[in-house]
């Protein structure tokens, strides 16, 4: 079964799925991908700027479409109070996803704590454990994962298409932010009156786990914030090439 939903996700995707999908609106190119694959279409949620207008985008249209979010367990709090503002205004539920509480207590008798800032392999398992384990639960069974991400971000993903084969999730993976410019995103946050993280505003572009997230400065690159004491590919494995 497994093998058919791959076949036919990566026909689409390398026929005229992706042409498709280029020439609509992130809006109209969500409600395409719904109506493709019905009840089996995914978003994951960081709560992110990215991810609050694509929340809103759902919303707005009623698509079928289940939102999830990820509790590693070390988010900021205004993470945390800004999911419930979300589903508060959008009238919606966000699936939470939490990691197992027995890989969370092995790899902390492991590496420690804190372990994380010691090595990159560390922060890696940390990532593995709080991150990319519920997020194959989360994406199971279903065809589709939506995504926030934006070429803008960083070199890597300034490499990605709008739609691709997720071979490590065995999913299709739909990029409807992919060009948007940073400027895009706030302008539409700020006509539609999006709820944000105000975190935000003191300099932290791209939010993760507390640990492992600064303000950045001026001039640096937006992703310079994430795991800073690393010279390595600012990434945690949910998006790897």
């Known amino acids: 079964m497994q093998q058919k939903i791959k076949s036919m996700s990566q026909s689409l995707n390398t026929s005229d799925l992706e042409f498709r999908l ?46 999830f979010s990820l509790d590693t367990g070390r988010l900021f709090p205004e ?52 991150k990319v384990e519920p997020l194959k639960k989360a994406l199971a069974g279903n065809q589709v994962w939506v995504t926030g991400l934006r070429a803008e971000q960083s070199a890597n993903r300034g490499g990605m298409k709008r739609v691709e084969w997720d071979e490590a999730n065995q999913i299709l993976k739909y990029n409807p932010l992919l060009d948007w ?22 300099g932290f572009i791209s939010i993760g786990c507390a640990p492992c997230t600064r303000a950045i400065f001026p001039g640096e690159d937006p992703r310079a914030g994430r795991w800073w004491w690393e010279d390595s590919k600012k990434e945690c494995g949910l998006h790897a090439k």
Not at 31 to 42: D, N, R, S, T, Y
Not at 48 to 58: A, F, K, M, N
Not at 89 to 114: A, D, H
């Open 181 to 202: 410019t940073f400027d895009q995103m706030i302008s539409y946050i700020n006509e539609l009156n999006i709820p944000y993280n105000p975190l935000h505003d003191q």
């Open 22 to 67: 280029d020439s609509l609106s992130a809006g109209e190119g969500l409600a395409l991908i719904a109506e493709l694959f019905p009840g089996k279409v995914v978003f994951s949620t960081s709560l992110g700027q990215e991810d609050q207008v694509i929340t809103q985008l759902i919303t707005s249209q009623n698509l079928p479409i289940q939102i």
């Open 79 to 130: 993470t945390l109070e800004l999911l419930a503002r979300t589903e508060s205004k959008y009238k919606t539920r966000i699936k939470v996803y939490y990691p197992e509480t027995s890989s969370v207590e092995k790899l902390v008798s492991e590496i420690g704590i804190n372990g994380f800032y010691e090595s990159v392999e560390n922060r890696k398992s940390c990532c593995y454990v709080r």
